[in-house]
């Protein structure tokens, strides 16, 4: 193989991507839906990058790839707002289309640097025929609740002001919702407390912002 040859082949080998046939993107593994993890509570997102579409080669880009138009977009475990989100992606990011949704509003299944999620079809611009990708359902799971609190907050063994305290959790962090009393007034939370153990206990809702952008319900637990 001359030099040429293999530079080429480098290049798409590290792009996830073969040359495509009759203007269809191909790529090496199958489109069967699967997507990276949410990424922790309060930790800090992953934001992938791809080769930028200009130090592609041109006999490289007849098949398709999306451009994010925007800043801090979110890619996400399925074709909602509502899904929980895998990574942030900076504005001019290059993303390799592994299918659509194939409904309105259209969402793009795609893959950048290790990650796979969903993206929202007007914050991405298509270059190339996207005619040949594969209608794809969406695997990943909703934003689950979780409670924001602004200060440290005591974390109790039942929604009642005089049982005993668990541990003291960290204010400036969000928390996950597992359960509530029937009224509300009290939400019983996960996480990790100021002695680093992680625990299950009670706040006053009051105490915190609650967060559930999914509308996923809270049962009852107490």
């Not at 959790?169 to 007034?185: A, K, Q």
């Not at 006053?204 to 509308?215: H, I, K, M, Q």
Request: with cysteine; hydrophobic share 40%; aromatic share 8%.
């Amino acid at each position: 193989m001359n030099r040429s040859l293999r530079s080429a082949a480098m290049i798409a080998a590290c792009l996830v991507l073969a040359i495509p046939a009759a203007a269809e993107f191909v790529i090496s593994e199958p489109s069967d839906g699967r997507v990276s993890p949410a990424y922790a509570l309060n930790s800090t997102p992953p934001r992938p990058v791809l080769t930028p579409p200009e130090a592609i080669p041109a006999d490289l880009t007849e098949g398709a790839y999306l451009i994010v138009n925007t800043d801090n977009l979110f890619m996400r475990q399925g074709d909602a707002p509502e899904f929980a989100p895998v990574a942030i992606l900076d504005g001019g990011t290059a993303l390799i289309p592994l299918g659509t949704n194939g409904d309105d509003p259209l969402w793009w299944y795609v893959q950048v640097g290790g990650e796979r999620g969903w993206v929202k079809d007007e914050f991405v611009v298509l270059r190339g025929d996207a005619r040949g990708l594969p209608e794809v359902e969406a695997t990943g799971t909703l934003t689950l609740p979780r409670l924001y609190t602004g200060g440290e907050n005591f974390i109790r063994t039942a929604p009642l002001y005089l049982r005993n305290y668990i541990c003291l959790f960290p204010g400036d962090l969000e928390y996950e919702v597992i359960g509530r009393t029937s009224d509300s007034d009290w939400l019983e939370i996960r996480g990790t407390c100021d002695t680093g153990a992680l625990v299950e206990g009670w706040i006053p809702a009051d105490n915190g912002l609650l967060r559930n952008p999914a509308g996923v319900a809270i049962p009852v637990t107490y």
